[in-house]
């Protein structure tokens, strides 16, 4: 199973919802397996309530929770322009309610996804007259557990630990199947799979708030949070770096330019975008934030960077600034 990244405490309390719900989806999957007719319909349904409290959860977490994810970046943007001199119209103005259903939308979308997943495997299971046929990674071994353990005489419980185990082995790696938007067929374990989601729907919200209270003032500039990745990842050569909302700034590159169009840059992503304002940082700040690829800043067909590099170290060092970072 994939090892889950190190989660922030409003993510991990989505999270352990989801991991509770597997164990108990587990021991119910695993017993449906075991069971005929009547029985087989009684534990489907329990799997049916569970997921149905699954739902809900998420619902309540994302009642909770986005709201504030919008709200701390709005908090941020508003303070970085006041304390420019930007007038700010009225805090909290920025973020429409629409807004929030549309992210708690995409979060709840995604995760019912999963929960779909789910409940299609139970009621396959549930379905199937012919479960080694159906499952034949799975039921075979189970069934051939159950098959050797009566032969043996085992007891019950262990041949249930057994199946257990295999269906463990299933769950973690192969229930949560999602058909991405590029038509890949992705498979997750749920939990997993709720972390990633909650997480990007986090640095969503942070992203898509600055930008909406930047709109809002007229501002421009935006920059990715300079937090470094978990696991070092490639998106650490944007960390800190300074974009154009509105593509048109000489100084910085166009926000649109960047990789899905700015933060968060792939799953598990940690960036989120905050608003920058040049006049509250030093000249040494300005210059590192600007100094990014220049070839974000070349002309179609120009191959030679330093173009860019003098003509932007021209337009501000003003004799004041070292040279410029070269670009590596
Ligand atoms: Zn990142």
Redesign the pocket.
């Known amino acids: 199973m994939a090892n889950i990244p190190p989660l922030d405490d409003d993510v991990a309390a989505l999270v352990q919802l989801y991991a509770a719900a597997a164990q108990r989806l587990e021991v119910a999957l695993s017993a449906m397996l075991v069971q005929e007719g009547p029985r087989r319909f009684i534990i489907f349904q329990r799997i049916i309530r569970i997921l149905e409290e699954l739902k809900n959860g998420t619902s309540a977490w994302a009642e909770k929770f986005i709201p504030e994810f919008l709200d701390s970046a709005d908090f941020s943007a508003v303070s970085a322009l006041e304390a420019s001199g930007v007038t700010v119209p009225q805090f909290g103005a920025s973020i429409s309610e629409g807004a929030v259903r549309g992210i708690a939308l995409s979060l709840t979308d995604n995760l019912n996804k999963a929960s779909a997943s789910v409940q299609s495997l139970a009621q396959r299971i549930f379905r199937s007259t012919a479960l080694e046929r159906e499952f034949p990674t799975l039921a075979n071994q189970a069934l051939r557990e159950v098959g050797s353990g009566l032969a043996g005489g085992e007891a019950n419980a262990a041949i249930q630990g057994r199946i257990g185990n295999l269906l463990r082995e299933q769950f973690a790696d192969d229930v949560v199947t999602v058909v991405a938007s590029n038509g890949r067929r992705m498979t997750f374990a749920l939990d997993y799979y709720a972390g990633m989601v909650a997480q990007n729907t986090k640095?969503q919200a942070r992203s898509f708030a600055t930008l909406e209270r930047a709109a809002q003032a007229g501002h421009d500039l935006v920059r990715?949070t300079p937090n470094p990745?978990k696991g070092g990842?490639w998106?650490?050569a944007?960390?800190g770096r300074v974009y154009s909302i509105s593509g048109g700034s000489d100084i910085y590159p166009p926000l649109a330019g960047l990789p899905n169009g700015g933060?968060?840059?792939?799953p598990?992503?940690?960036?989120g975008l905050g608003v920058y304002v040049p006049e509250l940082s030093t000249d040494a700040e300005n210059r590192e934030a600007a100094a990014t690829d220049p070839r974000f800043l070349m002309q179609p067909g120009e191959e030679d960077p330093n173009r860019v590099i003098r003509a932007w170290w021209e337009a501000n060092s003003a004799g004041t600034l070292p040279a410029p970072i070269r670009n590596a």
Do not use: I, L, N, T
Not at 268 to 271: E, M, Q, V
């Open positions: 640095a990715v990745s990842d998106c650490d944007y960390r933060p968060p840059f792939h598990w992503c940690k960036h």
